[in-house]
Each structure stands twice: as C-alpha cells, then as structure tokens.
C-alpha cells in the first residue's frame, strides 16, 4: 500500500487562520481572568453545554477554563488550519507522514473484513495471529521439550511495549472464554533489570518469547532477546533449531532482519511500515492483549476503535470527540499558557495509561518545525506527566492545590465496575472500593476548579490552608472498562493528537528527535569500553566516562 501524495491542502498560515488565532487571543485576555467557581455560578447549564457522550464515554470539559463561545472560535481556527481536508487525507491514505513519505493508517488496522473476500492483507496477519493466539491458549504450542507454554514474555520497548502493556493489564480481568490463558510480562529496559528477575523465575520449558519490534534494529529490544535466547540455549544446549522454532514469535516490519535473527518464518507477524510504533497495538504488536483477553476481546477492541474512526470522520465538530478535545489542549496551552498537563487515571487497571499517553502525545507533537520547514514561534505539545490518580493525590496533588504553576488535569475512570474475577466477583468491600475511588476523583477536581468555594470555609481560615482553584481539568469516563470502551478511547487519543497537529502545522508521525539520541549511544559504547574516542568529548562527559571506567572490575 503506496501513500497518496497530500492534495489541496491549505497552506497553514493564512489570513482566515491569523484572524482567528487574532479573535482567540483578544478572547483570552478576558478569560485569563475568569474563575471557574464564577463560570459555574454564572451558567447553571454549563455542564450540559460543555460535555459530550460517544461511544460509551462521557467527556466533559465543563471544568476548563472556556465557554461555548472559546470553542466556536477555536473551530473557525481549525477550520482556517484546514482540519476537515486533514481528516479526509488522514483516511484516504494520503501522505500525512511527509518527512518519511508515508501515510497514517493505523486506521485501516481495525476496518471490519471487506465482505468479498478480496485479498487483505490486514485480515491475513490477523487469521495468522488468531492461529497462534488459538494454540498457545489451546496448549497445542509446545516448548521443545513438549510442554504446554505457562508464561509469554513481551520483549519490546516505546510502541512495541507500551500499548500492549497497557491494555494488557487494563484488561486483565475480561479473561477468553476458552483456553487458559498464560501469564504475560513485559520486558523493555535495556539494562536487563527486568529481565534477569524475570528468566529466574520462569521454566524455559514453558516460557514462549515475543520479539516485537518495528524495526528489528532497536538495541534496547535485542539485547533482551539475546538474554533470552541464551537463557534458553543453556538450558537446552542439545535442541539447536527446535529453541528458536518452539519458544521465539517474531513481530515486525521487517521480515528480513527477523529471519536473519533466527525467528522461523511460520513463526513471523507482519505489520507494515503505514503504521508508527506508537499506534501499533492495533496490529499483531497487540499479540500480549490477545493472549490475555483472547481473539474475540481483541476483535471488540478493535470494533470500539473503528466506532471512534466514524464517530471522527462524521460527527460535526459541535459533537465530535476528538476535535472537542484537541481543541481544548491548544485553547490551553497557546492562550492560556498552561504548559503542563497531568493525566490521571482513577482505576489502578489503567495504571500504565500515563505512560502509553506519554509516548502517544509527546512522541508525536514534541515537535518544533512545520510543513514549511519553518520553526514554530508558538508552543506545541504540553509537558505531559502522571500516574495513577488516588496515589498521586499523596505524592504531586499538593502542587496541584497550592503550588504556583496552572496544570491542565485530566481524569480518568469507569463509571462501573463489573468484576470478573473468580471469587472477588463477591465481595462488597470490593464495590464499596470502586465508589470510595470515585468519591476522590470527583472531589478532587471540585476542589481543584472552585477551591475554597468548594468548601464551607469562614474568612478567617490562613493562606497556608487556602486553596485558589481554578485548575482545569477534564474528566472522562468509560461506561465500563471493557475492551471496546477501551479501544474507543485509545482510538479518541490517538485522532486528539492528529487534530492538534494540524492546528500545530507538525507532523505527528515521525520521531526524529529520537534517532541521534541512539546513534551517539553506539559511539559512547566504545569510549567506555576502551577510552578510545573519550579525547573529542565535552569536559563533563569526558569525566563521567573516565569515572565509570574506572569502577568496572578488572576483568572486563
Ligand atoms: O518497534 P521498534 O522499531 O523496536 O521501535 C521501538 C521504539 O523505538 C524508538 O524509541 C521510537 O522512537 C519509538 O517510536 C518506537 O516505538
């Protein structure tokens, strides 16, 4: 699948687009001095006017500092920026990756078959994954030994790691209907903490490793892989080929490098160059999400993602998730300054949606050069942080509440919690648990949006227990955290990126900030090895090299 080249697209700085970014500042001047308590006060419908329901999540952004007229400006920008042109391009496989030459279509990873049974190479990686997917629940996949595998190891890292991760352990609980599922962990850190712990614990008997990688050239991932692969080499010295065939999945890009790395070719998962590693869990890259809520889960969660593709391409921007939100973002950052953002996720099931939000949004709009080639002269993506919501309410919300910087937050929890799991289904402390967590998360964005008019407090209270408010922040919650609301609100992230992006004139889909960090890597390997090359460094490194050469035992 070739990109089709970008067509009447508009040039990003108009006079349409410098007339409303004109309107939205002179706008702003007035809205840095609003408050959020007076806002409520003022508009008893607020909440109406300013939250949105689709695809089983409600959305509101009543609690950010606009009104409904903030956002019909900030659509005359977007429309000025060309947004709906943006959108068709993005699903017409035109050539939105234009530093890489190459289209966006991690779209097209989650489309329903197409009903003539035309060749689709997106449904045939798909039936080959199910294939494995169905033998490792089944027991049929065997280690060399003829053991039934009990433990699948993801080895990846960035896309090839956080994704799965990610909904792997949100979705923990929605088990497959058939088969018995393995436990799956994740090793990404290149400096083998996580997987020597892990190889300890583990038989290599029944332990199957995934390589997942784009690329296949990430170091970070074939250094585990080749930690692996002696683990299991050792243990079977006499097996030869039967190590690699039995216990090694492949998924990439690049098929090539994974045969030449050893992985069989029956056991290779393909995907394809249109889509980035950060909006790869669509894709086999989801492998770990399927073992753990099996093919028909995954299936939903491809189903609730497609649901939020129509709902972005068809919904008018007054109703449509994925504008309302990208909006709200640039509304704070280019006109309210706000340059931080904390994402915080109510459910410890989403604990490592923090993460994947970091490397969706930062990866892709960290950037600083537009279509021109020209340097921006505005802010692009927020500073970006987070962690699971009632712990962060005892590590960070103290700066939230009385610090001195404004931080946009973002809430995240499931309305409900239907339990399926064995016995806990039963226990009431466990519901009373999930209504506890939901009582916090309510009242602290109260409290961060109206402050001490949250509270019955008289006058006479210090300034030390005061708190100012007006934080903004935005909630949303999930009808349930089930695969498809799941895949809905990853899909709403991922078209909330593009959305900015065009607003931003970036191109969201390449990461070359992240290249030179790993080739000046590979030189420093060998300043630390052998001091060879330390004479061309900079004083402070050249130090650092000189005293981490000097503590390495003698042997080396
Ligand atoms: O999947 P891989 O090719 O191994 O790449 C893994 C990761 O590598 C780099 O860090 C890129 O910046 C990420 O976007 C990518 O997800």
Redesign the pocket.
């Known amino acids: 699948m070739t990109a089709a080249p970008l067509h009447d697209l508009p040039p990003h700085h108009t006079d349409a687009a410098r007339d409303a970014d004109r309107a939205l500042r002179e706008h702003a001047e007035q809205a840095r001095h609003w408050h959020l308590a007076d806002l409520f006060a003022e508009d008893p419908r607020r909440f109406e006017t300013l939250s949105l329901h689709a695809g089983g999540l409600l959305v509101d952004i009543s609690k950010q500092r606009l009104t409904a007229d903030t956002l019909e400006k900030l659509r005359a920008l977007a429309a000025a920026r060309g947004l709906d042109t943006w959108i068709r391009c993005l699903f017409e496989g035109g050539e939105v990756n234009w530093t890489e030459g190459r289209a966006a279509m991690h779209w097209r990873l989650r489309q329903p078959p197409r009903p003539q049974g035309e060749p689709d190479p997106v449904q045939e990686q798909l039936a080959r994954m199910e294939r494995i997917v169905k033998r490792i629940l089944s027991g049929q996949w065997r280690g060399c030994e003829g053991d039934a595998i009990t433990d699948v190891v993801n080895v990846?890292?960035?896309?090839?790691d956080l994704g799965p991760l990610m909904a792997s352990v949100a979705l923990h609980e929605n088990h497959p209907r058939e088969g018995r599922r393995p436990r799956v962990h994740f090793v990404s850190s290149m400096d083998g903490s996580q997987i020597a712990p892990l190889l300890d614990e583990l038989n290599p008997a029944t332990t199957l490793i995934v390589v997942?990688?784009?690329?296949?050239?990430?170091v970070d991932?074939l250094s585990n892989a080749a930690t692996a692969r002696c683990w299991l080499e050792q243990a079977f010295p006499k097996m030869n080929g039967a190590v690699l065939r039995c216990h090694f999945v492949g998924v990439s890009a690049k098929p090539e490098r994974m045969s030449e790395w050893g992985i069989h070719e029956d056991n290779q998962l393909l995907f394809w160059d249109w889509v980035g590693?950060?909006y790869s869990l669509w894709s086999a890259i989801g492998l770990p999400i399927a073992l753990t809520i099996g093919m028909d889960g995954f299936r939903e969660l491809l189903a609730g993602a497609n649901e939020m593709d129509r709902h972005f391409q068809e919904a008018p921007w007054e109703k449509n998730l994925p504008v309302l939100l990208g909006l709200v973002d640039v509304w704070n950052l280019n006109f309210l300054d706000i340059t931080a953002r904390a994402v915080l996720p109510y459910d410890g099931r989403l604990k490592h949606w923090p993460a994947y939000v970091e490397q969706l949004e930062m990866?892709s709009n960290g950037k600083s050069v537009d279509r021109d080639g020209e340097v921006v002269d505005y802010h692009t993506c927020p500073v970006i942080w987070g962690e699971v919501g009632p712990n962060a309410q005892h590590a960070f919300y103290q700066l939230l509440h009385q610090g001195t910087q404004p931080v946009a937050c973002e809430f995240l929890a499931a309305a409900r919690h239907g339990r399926r799991n064995g016995n806990s289904a039963e226990l009431q402390p466990l519901e009373e648990q999930h209504i506890l967590t939901l009582a916090n998360c309510l009242a602290q964005s109260r409290l961060l949006a109206l402050g001490d008019r949250a509270l019955a407090e008289d006058d006479g209270t210090p300034t030390h227990k005061r708190y100012r408010g007006n934080q903004p922040s935005t909630t949303l919650l999930l009808d349930e955290l089930t695969p498809r609301h799941l895949g809905a609100l990853v899909a709403l992230y991922e078209h909330k990126v593009f959305v900015q992006a065009v607003l931003w004139g970036i191109n969201p889909f390449d990461?070359w900030g992240?290249e030179m960090g790993k080739k000046i890597a590979k030189d420093m390997i060998q300043v630390l090895e052998s001091g060879a090359g330390a004479d061309g460094l900079d004083a402070s490194t050249r130090a650092l090299a000189a005293y981490v050469r000097e503590r390495q035992p003698d042997d080396r």
């Open positions: 990846g890292v960035g896309g090839s997942s990688s784009k690329s296949f050239t990430t991932t590693g950060r990866e990461q992240v």
